[in-house]
């Protein structure tokens, strides 16, 4: 009996070693989105304050009223394209974050899962007669999250194998 609480025993490691690589992962990918959230915002405050300064010019130089209302409407496009163009990069953050964290869960899942049913074998194989059953009942719920976690991590994957082809 004692070698099944060992097998256990490097199980639980295993998961708790699974579990702080996930995390520092996520810690990775979570600074790298703020990064490049920062260096977004940082660019579109440069180029508003740049902008707003040669409109300033511009609508002080204006020599009439009409003059001035045509420059203040010409703003509007532009305005309007940077506002788009902002949310586009910023989806873009936030989409390739989950797409990699996603990508990255489903794959510690379905190694989660491969680890649980390793260790189920080997617990089969050590276990007393009469347990049997209740190893029978166990491993096919392991499978079904096995299952479910790999068309997770595929379908995560999809996405930027679309794009490869198309860009």
């Known amino acids: 009996m004692h070698s099944v609480r060992d097998r256990?025993?490097?199980?639980?490691?295993?998961?708790?070693?699974?579990?702080?690589?996930?995390?520092a992962m996520l810690a990775d990918k979570t600074v790298d989105s703020i990064e490049r959230l920062s260096d977004l915002h940082l660019n579109l405050a440069r180029a508003t304050f740049e902008q707003s300064?040669?409109?300033a010019r511009q609508l002080a130089a204006a020599e009439n009223a009409r003059q001035f209302f045509l420059l203040a409407a010409a703003q509007a496009r532009p305005n309007t394209e940077r506002v788009f163009d902002y949310g586009y990069y910023l989806a873009n953050i936030t989409s390739t974050m989950q797409e990699e964290v996603i990508r990255e869960m489903g794959m510690c899942m379905a190694d989660t899962n491969r680890r649980l049913l390793d260790l189920l074998a080997d617990l089969d194989c050590a276990a007393p007669s009469g347990t049997a059953l209740m190893t029978a009942l166990v491993k096919p719920l392991a499978g079904m999250a096995d299952g479910a976690a790999q068309p997770a991590a595929v379908q995560a994957s999809a996405p930027h194998a679309a794009r490869a082809g198309h860009g």
């Open 8 to 23: 256990v025993s490097q199980a639980a490691m295993a998961q708790l070693d699974s579990q702080w690589t996930v995390t």
């Open 53 to 55: 300064n040669l409109v």
